[in-house]
């Protein structure tokens, strides 16, 4: 990223950053068809087609700024193609507009090297977002955002007005970081994420998207159908459909994340999985 100190402005998270901006922007939006519906809240932004090319936006009209997860879309599991990137920041430059970049796991890439922030192709453009509830847990409650100059003030005006986060936390990340635990810590997280979602692969038919990330798309036969039985088995996943706000539909499948259990519950979740979902064993394999 191209980023000088004065422009990162330390908010609670994504949802609090995404607020932030939407106040500092008086503008049209624009947002991938599928993704946390939390995220979009107060945006009433058009949907974006997604496919495995990542966003489609050879056509983005008259918005004004778009909110995009490039690195490994949330939830269909994709990246934003190289051709899209040029497309987006072309637009951003021609158009005046602002691109949002949410970052939300690029450091669990597993097959090769993360891909590089948007942000660093159009500085004064794109408002890259990251945050530590993925990459250490939920409850720290630490994002931040990498703010164009001309949007600063306005964003720290915003700022102004909302919950501050915690100054220990804040130290502590700080200590983290700077300590070389955090860069361990997620060296260490990458290995093992890598191995849930071998797993996953290895035992359950029908799993999509690069191999990234906390989470991966389970193509099945009937979504709401296997989503109650999973219910039944006490095993918590959700319908892509529960994520979808736009007008296509990328047919019926789980959103499964492989972060979540207990070490010594994940083997029984996977043999879960696999019997709620209806595939067969795999052969001289058991989960």
Wanted: proline share 6%; charged share 25%.
């Amino acid at each position: 990223m191209v980023a000088s100190p004065e422009r990162i402005v330390v908010c609670t998270g994504l949802v609090q950053g995404l607020s932030l901006v939407r106040s500092a922007l008086d503008t049209a939006w624009a947002a991938e068809e599928y993704g946390h519906a939390a995220h979009r809240r107060g945006l009433e932004a058009s949907p974006l087609p997604v496919d495995q090319d990542g966003a489609v936006v050879s056509d983005l009209g008259s918005v004004g700024a778009v909110l995009l997860t490039p690195a490994h879309q949330f939830p269909l599991g994709w990246t934003l193609a190289p051709q899209r990137r040029r497309e987006v920041v072309a637009w951003a430059r021609s158009a005046g507009g602002i691109v949002v970049e949410d970052d939300y796991d690029g450091e669990f890439r597993y097959d090769r090297r993360p891909v590089g922030a948007l942000q660093a192709l159009a500085p004064e453009h794109v408002i890259y977002a990251g945050t530590a509830s993925k990459s250490l847990a939920p409850g720290v409650r630490l994002g931040w955002l990498v703010v164009p100059g001309p949007l600063l003030d306005r964003v720290l005006a915003a700022r102004s007005h909302g919950d501050w986060p915690s100054a220990i936390d804040q130290l502590t990340l700080a200590e983290l970081i700077a300590s070389g635990g955090y860069d361990r810590h997620v060296r260490r997280m990458r290995i093992a994420y890598r191995r849930r979602r071998d797993q996953l692969v290895s035992v359950v038919d029908g799993v999509r998207g690069i191999d990234a990330g906390l989470h991966a798309i389970v193509e099945v036969d009937d979504e709401r159908a296997v989503v109650e039985r999973a219910r039944r088995h006490d095993l918590i996943v959700e319908g892509l459909d529960a994520y979808r706000f736009g007008p296509s539909a990328h047919g019926p499948a789980l959103v499964v994340g492989y972060a979540t259990p207990p070490e010594h519950a994940w083997h029984g979740a996977l043999a879960a999985l696999r019997v709620v979902k209806g595939s067969d064993p795999v052969r001289g394999q058991t989960p």
